[in-house]
């Protein structure tokens, strides 16, 4: 059974800061990743998907992957009160049956003014 | 475009009804998925429809019947629920495409069971 552990939050930031959420997971053969942020009672909308090791920037997010020691991060630069959410962290194994997405329980991110 | 719709947006039924959820895509995604999402919880998967049928049954109780009747709509049958099955109930759909699958999220159902 795959586990993904994230940051048990929640986390609390000024606005105009930097926000960093993180991410680990269980196994090795692990291979797509995603960000996505969920409003309270709305539905998870995908912010970022990284599959190589290394930064991936759009706009004010970056998604950071490090495969050899099992770590997925999402920065949020010049955070924002709109930005207060909660953060799921989905992992996807290379190969494994369709659909097997598996869900951190979400860091709860609060911007304040 | 990434919509996947849902409908209704709010249900509330109870333990003797029979109701639908719909879901309807269309992105050419040829997999589609149910989810069900209790308050504070992550997304709990139930179904995976793939090129229209069933590839993942998550073990779920029979009153859930799931339906693809054709590449864009997902439904979901409910019948004799329980008031633990009250929950925020997820469509998403995605190309089946290996490593780079996302999976697009719908707005959801928010089912009430009395």
């Known amino acids: 059974q795959k586990e993904v552990e994230q940051n048990s939050g929640p986390l609390s930031v000024p606005e105009g800061a930097i926000a960093s959420l993180n991410c680990t997971y269980s196994?090795?053969?692990?291979?797509?990743f995603f960000w996505y942020r969920q409003y309270s009672g709305k539905s998870p909308e995908l912010i970022m998907s990284?599959?190589?090791?290394g930064d991936k920037e759009d706009g004010r997010f970056t998604a950071q992957l490090n495969k050899a020691s099992q770590y997925v991060s999402l920065l949020i630069r010049d955070s924002q009160p709109s930005d207060s959410a909660t953060y799921l962290c989905?992992?996807?194994?290379?190969?494994?049956?369709?659909?097997?997405?598996?869900f951190g329980r979400g860091t709860q991110l609060t911007v304040w003014p | 475009d990434t919509e996947v719709t849902q409908t209704p947006k709010h249900l509330v039924m109870g333990m003797t009804n029979k109701k639908s959820l719909k879901c309807e895509q269309h992105m050419g995604h040829r997999a589609m998925y149910w989810y069900k999402q209790k308050a504070k919880k992550p997304p709990e998967l139930m179904f995976v429809?793939?090129?229209?049928?069933?590839?993942i049954n998550e073990s779920v109780p029979s009153r859930f019947s799931p339906e693809c009747p054709n590449s864009s709509l997902l439904n979901l049958h409910l019948h004799a629920l329980q008031p633990e099955d009250s929950a925020l109930y997820l469509c998403?759909?995605?190309?089946?495409?290996?490593?780079?699958?996302?999976?697009?999220f719908g707005p959801g159902t928010r089912l009430l069971v009395l």
């Open positions: 990284i599959y190589s090791n």
């Open positions: 196994d090795r053969v692990s291979q797509s």
């Open positions: 998403a759909s995605s190309h089946i495409a290996g490593v780079q699958e996302t999976q697009y």
């Open positions: 429809y793939s090129y229209e049928k069933l590839s």
């Open positions: 989905a992992v996807k194994d290379r190969g494994s049956t369709l659909g097997r997405l598996y």
